[in-house]
């Protein structure tokens, strides 16, 4: 019971993992709903199981459901209790996964339509399925009496939530701006890897009771158990980080909190029976799946913003099948034999997905057309924060206000500025840059107020004519005199002031006139100064590119002659060769070699990062370290391209370059050949149109990322017959690209091969070439282009 209870404990610690994990991986307008939907569903999820779930997994059941021991109390057996305490966590573990996978625009109450029938009706029934009877030892769902076996819920818990997620994805589409036409998926960027990195860790935590507490009991398998489990979240960590580095360059910070979470996930269903070197395999392989998973929902344009459907989804269905394939059957206690166990765990992990992904589809596509699920495309620009909570943070307040500003030219308006944030901080200094910019809109008003009113007075003074009046002093009586004395002298003053005006205008003026005189003065003494200063710069980059122009000239005449020659080619005995290399800037990154001691044929072909000069010098060295140890008698591949790497990667080093470079060595002799080293595969076209490819990823490794890969290199043996062909080629060919963003590919390459296999390698190359620039019509090739066709005389 202790154990128990504690495992319990440490399983929860689970559902603010996934919190903190899917928080960090998306938007922050969006964390205020993906914290609410985490605490709502484990509510949800609790009180549905003590009330339903719990009696209809583990009550008394006919085979396909219980129909006893609902609405859980203390009035039974505590053992009871403690059990049911603990399978709650799990059945809140399977409804959370929904919550990441949905993230951003699902409606809230849509979710909890969601949560509710994981939690109440597909994850208890395929439960009763699998696990009836598990507090007892004595199988009571049909399933579990065929012999499926998942320890601690690959495929019950993480793989039932991920058809649930997938059913669900289908439904609502895809995040807006995610996939749009014609151009790459767009990766929406999660707003704190930190927090995230956070919540793997709290998962990691949790899986320790997961998998350590479905014991049952404190017994001296937990100490394996949780070693299994630890030793198989770091492998899958480990081995996506290592194909995100070979794949992208560098280690995507998303794969490896993924890959350490599929491992864990695999490991889950066979960690009670496996030996710990197998939980190793286990996990790595998880992980390898996950990325597999990952990218073949992102091209079907499916839109899983935590990647769960790959990370539970696909790494649920591996652990639950490696079961069958690593399990110590004396472990497992069922009388079925490795394939027969195999078959039946490959028959549960079907029926999981035709049941929890079917029923939820189902439900859902008929739901949507009744009550929209997804939010609108407003609400989800806003943020499902104030869209669906009315819930407001610092950066929205911030966003809002200068939305309002741009809007309304409006400078009056300022942003609450919370103190010791962040965002406040932000806030602060943007209050100060509008204060600035209304203090100088203000001074600019009141300067163009001032012009405007000497303008007017100017032009007033201006039109004003004096009309004399001839007056006759006769006829005028004494105070009629005064009263015309007093008029003139009116008049009189108000000319004078309209004067004083004229000439303080005049003064304004001539005074502005001179101002603006010197600063046009000054402007033409700069200007022709900047002009000056831009002819010699123009005379300097002109002289720098024609010397540069030069040197690239001799770079790309020098790259043309190390290239075997046709007439080198064409006395290979035993062979037929063509080769060709089309740099994509003056020079490439691309290298091929063709060298004959004996009978020995050796042929190279690699491919360095980018290309350009600095990739065309690492080509070169790695042409000249070739021959020169090819020549001083060194024949074993794995010494060879071990030195190979040395040169490149102290020599990159010393350059302050980080360009790494594939490379393939491949030997013939007496119609066998060997291949070693990591580069493209080899394309063998049998004499019968018959297309193999052999993989060179476990052959070897990139050359300057590590200063010794001798035990990564290995061999591979073909047998090549007369008439057949062999095919090396960089990506540069299968990665070009037309206008509509369409790669050639492989299978267009495959296609011309076999169409045009009984030219002769000179010709068929120059089908290949043909074909390659068809495709791509006005398109500039984006990379090198080098192929090498070669068939048995």
């Known amino acids: 019971m202790l154990w128990l209870l504690v495992c319990a404990g440490l399983v929860f610690l689970m559902q603010p993992g996934f919190m903190c994990l899917e928080s960090g991986l998306t938007r922050s307008k969006n964390s205020i709903n993906v914290a609410v939907k985490n605490l709502a569903d484990f509510g949800i999820s609790l009180i549905l199981f003590w009330g339903f779930g719990y009696g209809l997994m583990f009550g008394a059941s006919s085979g396909w459901f219980g129909t006893s021991q609902f609405f859980v109390d203390m009035g039974r057996q505590p053992e009871q209790v403690a059990f049911f305490v603990f399978q709650a966590m799990f059945c809140s573990t399977a409804t959370t996964i929904v919550s990441g996978a949905v993230a951003e625009r699902l409606r809230f109450g849509a ?35 065929l012999g499926f076996i998942d320890f601690a819920g690959s495929t019950v818990v993480h793989s039932a939530g991920a058809w649930v997620s ?127 998973v990952s990218r073949g929902l992102e091209h079907l344009q499916i839109d899983d913003a935590v990647d769960a459907i790959a990370v539970h989804g696909g790494a649920g269905v591996w652990g639950t099948l490696a079961v069958a394939l690593f399990g110590q059957m004396d472990l497992l206690g069922t009388d079925l034999s490795r394939w027969q166990l195999f078959g039946v765990q490959f028959l549960g992990v079907g029926i999981c997905f035709a049941w929890a992904f079917g029923l939820t589809l189902l439900l859902f596509w008929g739901g949507d057309r009744l009550f929209p699920l997804r939010v609108s495309a407003e609400a989800e620009d806003i943020g499902l924060n104030v869209s669906e909570h009315r819930a407001k943070t610092e950066l929205y307040d911030l966003i809002q206000v200068m939305e309002t500003q741009a809007e309304t030219h409006d400078l009056s308006l300022r942003v609450p500025a919370t103190p010791f944030t962040d965002v406040g901080h932000i806030a602060h200094r943007y209050n100060q840059v509008i204060d600035a910019l209304e203090r100088k809109t203000n001074d600019l008003l009141n300067y163009l ?14 039109s004003d004519t004096f009309q004399p009046v001839v007056l006759n002093p006769i006829a005028l009586r004494s ?12 008049m009189f003053r108000q000319v004078k002031i309209r004067e004083r005006a004229l000439e303080d205008t005049r003064d304004q003026l001539a005074q502005a006139n001179e101002t603006l005189e010197h600063k046009v003065q000054e402007r033409t003494a700069e200007l022709a100064q900047a002009n000056t200063e831009i002819r010699h710069l123009n005379q300097q980059l002109t002289s720098e590119n024609r010397r540069m122009g030069a040197e690239l000239e001799v770079t790309r005449k020098l790259q043309q002659m190390i290239l075997p020659t046709d007439a080198e080619l064409s006395s290979i005995t035993g062979l037929e060769i063509a080769g060709f290399m089309e740099p994509a800037s003056e020079v490439g990154g691309d290298y091929y070699d063709v060298l004959q001691e004996g009978d020995c044929v050796r042929i190279g072909i690699g491919d360095v990062t980018g290309h350009g000069l600095e990739s065309s010098m690492v080509m070169l060295m790695a042409q000249t370290a070739v021959r020169t140890l090819v020549a001083s008698g060194e024949t074993n591949p794995t010494r060879l391209l071990n030195a ?48 193999e490819s ?54 267009r390459l495959y296609a011309v091969l076999k169409r045009h296999r009984h030219l002769s390698p000179n010709d068929l190359r120059q089908a290949v070439i043909a074909d390659v620039h068809n495709h791509v019509q006005e398109e500039a090739i984006a990379d090198d282009l080098t192929l090498i066709i070669l068939r048995q005389r």
């Open 694 to 747: 052999i993989d060179t990823i476990d052959l070897g490794f990139p050359l300057g990322l590590e200063s010794d890969i001798s035990h990564f290199i290995a061999e591979t043996r073909v047998q090549l017959n007369p008439g057949d062909l062999a095919i090396l080629y960089t990506d540069g060919i299968t990665e070009a690209m037309n206008n509509q963003r369409e790669q050639y590919g492989p299978n």
């Open 111 to 145: 979710y909890l339509a969601i949560a509710t029938l994981v939690s109440g009706f597909i994850y208890p029934i395929f439960g009763n399925w699998t696990w009836n009877g598990l507090e007892n030892g004595v199988a009571g769902g049909w399933l579990g009496q």
């Open 166 to 292: 997938l059913a669900a994805l289908l439904v609502i589409g895809a995040r807006i701006g995610r996939f749009s036409p014609n151009t790459p998926p767009q990766k929406i960027q999660g707003s704190n890897l930190p927090m995230a990195m956070l919540g793997v860790m709290l998962l990691w935590f949790g899986w320790i009771g997961f998998n350590g507490g479905s014991t049952l009991t404190f017994n001296e398998q937990v100490a394996g158990i949780i070693l299994n489990t630890i030793i198989a979240g770091a492998a899958g960590m480990l081995m996506s980080g290592l194909l995100s580095l070979a794949r992208y360059q560098h280690i995507e910070v998303e794969l490896l909190m993924n890959g350490s979470i599929a491992g864990l996930v695999a490991i889950t269903a066979s960690c009670h029976a496996v030996s710990t070197l197998h939980a190793f395999l286990i996990g790595a392989i998880g992980g390898v799946v996950m990325m597999l």
């Open 644 to 691: 190979v790497n040395r040169t490149i990667y102290d020599n990159t080093r010393r350059m302050a370059s980080y360009k790494n470079m594939t490379l393939s060595l491949l030997e013939y002799e007496a119609g066998l050949l060997r291949l070693s080293g990591q580069h493209e595969e080899l394309v063998l076209v049998r004499q019968n149109g018959e297309i």
């Open 479 to 490: 105070d009629e005199l005064g009263q015309l004395a007093r008029v003139f002298q009116t």
């Open 449 to 462: 107020r001032q012009v405007e009113r000497v303008t007017a007075a100017a032009a007033a003074v201006e």
